[in-house]
């Protein structure tokens, strides 16, 4: 039977698929492709995880390459360079007249970072911490252009210098740690474009960002691309950054490529289901507007200071040490049954802030819970923990690889409840799990699992279910979604609203994306260098910014 295409080539694809006609997109081209990819097979230990895949990148071109995490796109674009660890890799890729798929490691090795060069989802990972960005970029050149290190480094410093890194000279002597995340990944593509690539692999490059720097920064790979003339395969789950970025886009669903297009008429009229169900993912408000009997505030805080010690340069660090204030002044009140969003770019202060509800760190000012003020008393303060719980943004790195569900969801009660019989804990545990949607009949041996036994999503929601066991009135959420696929997010959220409605439970929500506050949020604070800058309800600060910084963060994440 033969696989219907769609120009540049949609093969092996699953049965709803194929019922989609998928017909040559008006914006196809018969000029030659830079890659011209076709039945790209890649499997691991014998199983096939990228299902015969085709496509194709003109010169010039924009393509995003979307899908949910395990959906195969990262793998297909390591693939291509061969850079995917012991993976088995059959099909075709055409590159420059050559198949870069039957080509040996050694003239492999040429093309890497020349012709075909690769930005990595996490740049401090990426980059190597022993060495300066300016050492390492001038590697690059001299290794493929076999120029003297003094024109390496003088090179080096104009590529950080054209990807808009302030005082490129002094950051070319920096190491990656001194460097912001902006910075750093304005650094990976200095090195990216060190050898003017004819294609740009770009794996995730902003989702480690926020809202502004993500615009920024594709703001500059388009101002790149255009001056280079490259093309660019993007590869990214987010759809917003697909809209503003892309030319093309090619959806991947476990394994196979399931629809092709123009983004315009991908987005206007999608024609495989699960296309329709990324670009129908968005958060959706579904929040008790107004609680009956708002009460007494769970949280009220006046002119909270948070500080750090910093130390002090010369001879004065040896006898006092310097102060950082990471929160000034915070003023707010988290009332029964309410979100409080706090929203802001990295450093500006709202997981210090979280931190300090928590009782994690000192501070200074008011700060009460349930009426009751953090204090030195253990006793005390541990009848607050269980008022007060946390969700982190991270579950897989939050749960404990070496405990079970249940002891993970009933560790709580050990510490709160430590006498209730072991037969009724474990009722208990049953119902928070069966609370957040994990049931036995759907996990078999559920109590007896692990954390990597589960999904990003259900890991967050076992993360929930802990929190919720102790019954508390208020969970501060870290980025509860972030690290979460477009789907996942929005049925995490949609459990969070439900259970603030059936429990009245109050939130405390830190988080960077507009959207996530717009769903979720009552009220909101603004947050830059430790200072709330705008306070309001979520209608007003979203809708009728005053703040310059608002209007910035709000306009970046449309």
Not at 148 to 169: D, F, M, N, V, Y
Not at 271 to 290: F, M, N, Q, W
Not at 293 to 321: C, H, K, N, S
Not at 424 to 444: K, M, N, S
């Amino acid at each position: 039977m033969t696989t219907p295409t769609l120009g540049t080539g949609v093969s092996s694809l699953p049965p709803e698929g194929a019922r989609f006609g998928l017909e040559r997109s008006s914006a196809e081209t018969t000029d030659p492709a830079l890659l011209d990819v076709r039945g790209l097979r890649v499997a691991f230990g014998g199983k096939e995880v990228v299902h015969g895949v085709d496509f194709s990148i003109q010169p010039g071109e924009k393509l995003a390459l979307v899908g949910e995490s395990g959906s195969g796109k990262t793998v297909t674009a390591l693939s291509l360079l061969k850079l995917a660890l012991n993976a088995d890799v059959s099909g075709s890729a055409q590159f420059g007249g050559r198949d870069l798929l039957a080509l040996p490691e050694r003239e492999l090795r040429g093309i890497r970072g020349s012709d075909i060069a690769m930005i990595f989802q996490e740049p401090m990972t990426a980059l190597n911490p022993l060495f300066t960005v300016g050492d390492q970029i001038a590697e690059v050149l001299e290794l493929k252009q076999a120029v003297t290190r003094k024109q390496a480094w003088s090179s080096a410093i104009e590529l950080i210098a054209s990807t808009g890194i302030p005082e490129p000279a002094r950051r070319a002597g920096a190491f990656p740690h001194q460097l912001s995340g902006g910075q750093r990944q304005r650094a990976m593509i200095a090195m990216a474009l060190a050898c003017q690539p004819k294609l740009l692999l770009a794996d995730e490059p902003t989702t480690a960002l926020d809202v502004t720097l993500r615009a920024q920064i594709l703001d500059l790979l388009s101002e790149l691309q255009a001056r280079n003339g490259m093309a660019v395969l993007l590869i990214t789950h987010d759809l917003n950054l697909v809209r503003k970025f892309a030319d093309r886009v090619a959806v991947m669903e476990s394994g196979h490529m399931v629809e092709q297009g123009v983004v315009a008429e991908v987005f206007a009229n999608p024609r495989h289901g699960y296309t329709r169900k990324l670009i129908d993912s968005r958060p959706v408000r579904d929040v008790a507007e107004a609680p009956e009997r708002p009460g007494d505030p769970v949280m009220r805080a006046e002119e909270l200071q948070v500080t750090y010690p910093v130390p002090v340069p010369g001879i004065r660090g040896w006898f006092r040490r310097g102060e950082f204030v990471a929160v000034k002044g915070a003023s707010f009140a988290v009332s029964p049954g309410r979100t409080v969003g706090v929203i802001g770019e990295s450093g500006s202060g709202k997981s210090t802030l979280a931190l300090a509800a928590l009782g994690l760190m000192p501070s200074r000012g008011l700060l009460e819970v349930a009426g009751q003020a953090w204090g030195n008393d253990a006793a005390a303060n541990k009848a607050l923990r269980r008022t007060v719980q946390v969700v982190f943004q991270d579950p897989f790195s939050s749960l404990s690889p070496r405990m079970t569900v249940e002891e993970i969801t009933g560790e709580g009660l050990l510490v709160h409840e430590p006498g209730l019989a072991t037969a009724l804990r474990r009722e208990r545990v049953i119902a928070a799990l069966a609370e957040v949607g994990l049931h036995e009949t759907q996990f078999p041996g559920l109590l007896s699992r692990y954390p990597h036994e589960f999904s990003g999503g259900q890991r967050q929601r076992l993360a929930i279910a802990r929190a919720l066991i102790v019954q508390p009135q208020l969970l501060v959420l870290d980025e509860p979604t972030s690290a979460l696929d477009v789907t996942i997010q929005k049925q995490v959220l949609g459990l969070l609203q439900r259970l603030q409605r059936e429990k009245g439970l109050s939130f405390l929500l830190i988080t960077h994306d507009v959207d996530v506050i717009r769903a979720m949020a009552h009220d909101v604070l603004v947050m830059k260098d430790g200072q709330i800058l705008e306070a309001g309800t979520v209608g007003e600060i979203l809708d009728n910014p005053r703040h310059g910084y608002t209007r910035t963060l709000v306009a970046a994440a449309t």
